[in-house]
């Protein structure tokens, strides 16, 4: 490994860190034991609904239409940290819970970058740096999300004050374990590691570091970028060709990209991939601005390099008939002219000349600019060669603009045919060197019997510009003078090696989006029951013979956004219910495909799905890849001939009977766990069903009776009190959105007192919710006394005052409420509820 002795684990102090003896968080998962006395506790239901309620949370403090890491300006810092401590619990309460990962390294990341305490409410976490750290070890594979690692590394370094501080950061987490985990997020890292020894001017490591950048991924163009910067000249001219084929593989649609692999390859005389590169560009300008005439910056160079093939001479002829039909140049009139003659067509040759000669009179009589003179020079010089014509025309250029190199470089090389020597000699000396200068000069040599020194000017004049029509005529001059020209580089090498290094054909050939990818929207089935999540994947199908990239420059770059139209009994639509960004660490492979995993039952849609059991629902879904917004207002897929892959699914409304309301009231009592889980959540959607209808107007025929409600709230207090710790969890879980009277509130206050630290922990979250600031009091009580440091940390992030002291006492075998002093509290704060006033809660009672 490059900079071996950069890895010094010693760290500055401000870092908190002792990466040797990191231990990671997550990893740990299955071994993690609960500070409390009892035995481990397990639920992978718990783990979930933890789980969804953080992604909730870090949910509203993400900005619309970004990326997961792009937080409000406005973000709650404790709202965070509860977020992550639901995400820390579900590991405690389910062994493979490693799906928290992503999220808590956004939200850890984030903390590390704020200003504020960052993680100090949070005493069962290590510092935000530690935990990033962890976290990005626990997390990083061949699967993982390059975005989530690249950003919380990014977020994480805001918080180091000095390269030196961000350098041993990263030299830390690369010794601690990360290293080989993830080839991509090596390369960044590396990367990163290479830019800092630059900066230190220590060029030899920064060199190491780079290019073992760059050969674990090769689509790091920062790291060859650097490397040019670097060693130059150990960059060879197969390296540039490739990197810029890999970029143009990266985003097939990057114009400038796809004219620098052309103009490359025509450097380098190349010319038949120069000539399918051109074509290349030819049909992508056509398509990226179907109005506009192409170019001759493009046309030009296209038809010139078709020329040098050995075998496509002719195409060149017939690629420049098209686009003079449509109008005239004389440059490409010349290219095909030279090329008829090349293929011994003297009929499309004479054609060519005659119809070039016509129309350059023609034009110059419109338009006698010195340009046009010089470019009628130009013609009788190289294409069509008339020495006493060129003269002709070279006097007038240069009589019209004398402080024109060309047209000075043009009568110079005019003097030395009709033997005016000396003057020609002037007159190169007074301008700069150009390529038709240099030919002038070797003929001067040539006439003084010097043919070294003409040699050596007509090999300069071939370098500048191989692929020109005055290099051509360099090259003859050159075979006349016993000299050889032999190009700068083996073609054929060049080509083998290229091949072999990119699996892929080295000529670009233009496909349309709609050929290089396409999406699907899937899920398990088309219609699901109510309590059943909807889950859906984004399928990405790879149709193209290369590799599809995703990144911040390439064709897709891993925007995903989901509005959903809601028919049937409720009608609306939820715009934006998801819209997130993804990047693989590695390339989609070419007829494989790359499936987003979406949790659809989130933010409004699982508002109404919970709210309204009742309503029967239509729900069609749009997945949208890099969403824009056109000039309609509507929004659209970026790549505008790929159409916005649909999802159309069903939720049947409950069947609402006396019978079958029995029928689940009778499973809360007979019921296994996962049926009086079931019955809960439905009997809290019942509730919150009846409390939406009655603060509106009935928005569908529901089943409703005055003593409906009532029973609800007895059924789902049942369930509260429930022996099973995870029944009783999950349905305060279900609750945050409930309306809480006094006989639910103190169901739910009597959880407070659970032996079993989830059910603490949900109870707490749930009143503090409902409560507000009327709850501070028991806030504090469990940050003070609460025999599990999860449970103490989240009455701190809900606005306790963290305990003077940070170890709690040991705990009672069983916690009762005779032995936590919280009925007190609990009691004030029932009776001052704002909802139920004490006689209505004394009826409320008496009829329970």
Known sequence: ???????????????????????????????????????????????????????????????????????????????????????????????????????????????????????????????????????????????????????????????????????????????????????????????????????????????????????????????????????????????????????????????????????????????????????????????????????????????????????????????????????????????????AQKINDRQKANQLLETAEEAAMRQYKQNSTPEMATRIAWFYSFAHTQSLQALDWANKAYSKDPNSVSAASLLALNLVENGQIELAQTLLDSYPDNQIADITRAKIAIEKGDPEAAIEHLNLAIKKDPASLEAESAIQLLETQGGEYLPAVDASLIYETLKSDLNTSLEPQFVTPENIISVTFNSKGSKFPYGIALNGYVVITNNHSQPIIISDSSLFQGNIRIDAEISGDINTKIPNLINKRVVPSSPIKPNRNFLIPVHLSTGNLRNILQTYPQASLDIKLNAYIDPVINTRGEVTNNLREIEPATLTVSRPGINLTRRYLQNRLDSMTTGRQGQRIQTAELLVGLLEEQQAMTKNQPLYKFMSAEWMPELLRSAITKSLSDNDWITKTNTMGKMLSLSLDYNLTNAVAENLNDPRWPARLMALYLLAKDQGPNFSKVLDWHAEYDPQIIVRDMAVALGAKRAKSQIAPEPPQQATPQNLPLDNYIEDILRRSRRIEPQDTRDSQSGQ
Do not use: W
């Open 1 to 339: 490994m490059p900079g071996t002795k950069a890895y010094n684990l010693a760290k500055p102090k401000i870092l908190l860190i002792s990466f040797i003896f990191l231990i990671s968080l997550f990893s740990s998962i299955k071994t993690a034991q609960s500070q409390e006395p009892s035995e481990r506790l397990f639920s992978e239901t718990i783990g979930l609904q933890f789980y969804n309620i953080a992604n909730e949370i870090h949910k509203k403090q993400t900005l619309p239409n970004a990326e997961p890491t792009a937080f409000s300006e406005t973000v709650d810092i404790s709202e965070l940290n509860q977020a992550a401590l639901f995400l820390y619990a579900a590991t405690q309460v389910d062994n493979g819970a490693e799906y928290v990962l992503p999220d808590m390294l956004n939200i850890a990341s984030h903390l590390a970058k704020s200003e504020q305490e960052n993680l100090t409410s949070i005493t069962v976490l290590p510092d935000s740096l530690t935990l990033v750290g962890q976290l990005l070890i626990s997390y990083a594979d061949s699967n993982s999300d390059f975005l989530v690692l690249r950003n919380a590394l990014q977020n994480a370094m805001y918080q180091l004050n000095s390269r030196q501080e961000r350098e041993q950061y990263i030299q830390g987490l690369l010794a601690s374990g990360l290293r080989e985990k993830n080839n991509r997020f090596d390369s960044y890292l590396l990367t990163q590691l290479g830019i800092y020894a630059a900066e230190k001017n220590d060029l030899q490591t920064a060199a190491n570091y780079l290019i073992e950048a760059y050969n674990l991924y090769n689509y790091n163009n920062l790291a060859f970028s650097k490397l040019s910067e670097i060693i130059p000249d150990q960059i060879q001219p197969q390296m540039y060709l490739k990197q810029l084929r890999l970029k143009l593989i990266e985003n097939p649609f990057d114009l400038p990209v796809a004219l620098d692999l052309a103009r490359y390859a025509e450097k380098l005389e190349l010319y038949d991939l120069s000539a399918s590169t051109y074509t290349y560009c030819s049909d992508l300008f056509s398509y990226l601005y179907p109005t506009q005439q192409l170019p001759s910056s493009i046309y030009l160079p296209r038809v010139l390099s078709f020329y040098n093939t050995e075998r496509n001479p002719y195409k060149a002829v017939q690629i420049a008939d098209t686009i003079l039909t449509e109008r005239f140049d004389l440059m490409l009139a010349s290219i095909a002219l030279k090329a």
